[in-house]
């Protein structure tokens, strides 16, 4: 009598208890699943495949940041580009804008004796123009005994730029109708002439210097030439010929081909008849004075 009924009782029980663990399985697998998340979360590094799980999170958090940094940077450069161009009115009229004034810092920078600035403009970046007058032209002057003005010019015309080489300048000699005069640029340039090798008196001696009649930049190429004017004194002695600069000079026809933004100016060293001897026989000091006129316009010495 008891077995049934404990049978009864145990089937009854047993019955409660399946029915009891029925009902918790799914809340227990749900648990479960809910620890093996945690864990997973907690321990990234120990689920296979773990370095594309790292790869994964550094994607989808740090590259977004990476890329809109970047855009925010060029958007920027855009506007400031933008900005300039509109200042300027036009992209041609910016960059020739932007090259002046860079040319103007250039001139106005401190004299090179006494460079503390390092932001200075490097004396390779500085661009000088020297014309051998008459080279590939004509003969210019003519001795008789047939020593020509384009022969003396160009010995000037090279020793004024291997001084000026040696100093680490820019140096371009040109002929004396070199294509490269259309709209040349560079910080100064300075056309080498010789006067006349007839005998006219004997008040035929001394050097010229000039610049354009109707310069765009008088006051800079004023200094130009009265920097090679006080300079070119102190190393030849020749006198200054003021009354003698003529239209020849100042209507150079080098003048109207440069870029308007290149000071410029032309000197005519001496005269072949009466000052030939210092012309031939002391070209180092012909070559002394042009470049010391240079200097003292480009490190902007009192003339
Ligand atoms: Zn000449």
């Not at 020593?147 to 160009?154: C, G, I, M, P, R």
């Not at 030439?225 to 030849?236: E, F, G, I, M, N």
Request: proline fraction near 4%.
């Amino acid at each position: 009598m008891k077995k049934p009924s404990r049978l009864r009782k145990s089937k009854t029980a047993s019955g409660v208890h399946r029915a009891a663990v029925r009902r918790a399985q799914p809340a227990g697998k749900q648990q479960a699943a809910r620890q093996t998340r945690r864990l997973a979360r907690a321990q990234p590094a120990e689920n296979a495949p773990s370095l594309e799980r790292v790869g994964a999170a550094s994607i989808t958090t740090e590259v977004p940041f990476a890329v809109r940094r970047i855009f925010a940077i060029a958007l920027i450069a855009v506007a400031l580009v933008l900005i300039g161009a509109l200042t300027a009115q036009n992209w041609a009229g910016f960059v020739e804008w932007a090259s002046a004034l860079a040319r103007t810092q250039q001139a106005t920078a401190a004299p090179s004796g006494i460079t503390a600035n390092p932001a200075q403009v490097a004396r390779s970046d500085i661009r000088i123009g020297i014309v051998s007058g008459h080279r590939g032209s004509d003969s210019g002057a003519v001795c008789a005994d047939g020593l020509t003005e384009a022969q003396v010019n160009f010995d000037h015309a090279m020793r004024v730029a291997s001084l000026l080489r040696a100093q680490g300048y820019t140096v371009d000699v040109l002929e004396e109708f070199d294509p490269r005069l259309e709209g040349y640029t560079a910080n100064v340039l300075v056309s080498i002439h010789a006067d006349s090798c007839t005998y006219i008196n004997d008040l035929a001696t001394g050097f010229k210097v000039a610049r354009v009649l109707d310069s765009r930049l008088p006051e800079v190429e004023d200094r130009l030439v009265a920097c090679l004017k006080s300079r070119y004194q102190q190393a030849t002695g020749l006198r200054f010929h003021a009354n003698t600069v003529t239209y020849d000079m100042t209507q150079y026809h080098a003048f109207y081909e440069i870029a308007s933004t290149t000071p410029a100016a032309i000197i005519e060293t001496g005269f072949l008849y009466l000052d030939r001897i210092i012309l031939t026989r002391k070209p180092e000091r012909v070559a002394e004075g042009i470049v010391n006129g240079i200097l003292c316009f480009l490190n902007q010495e009192t003339p």
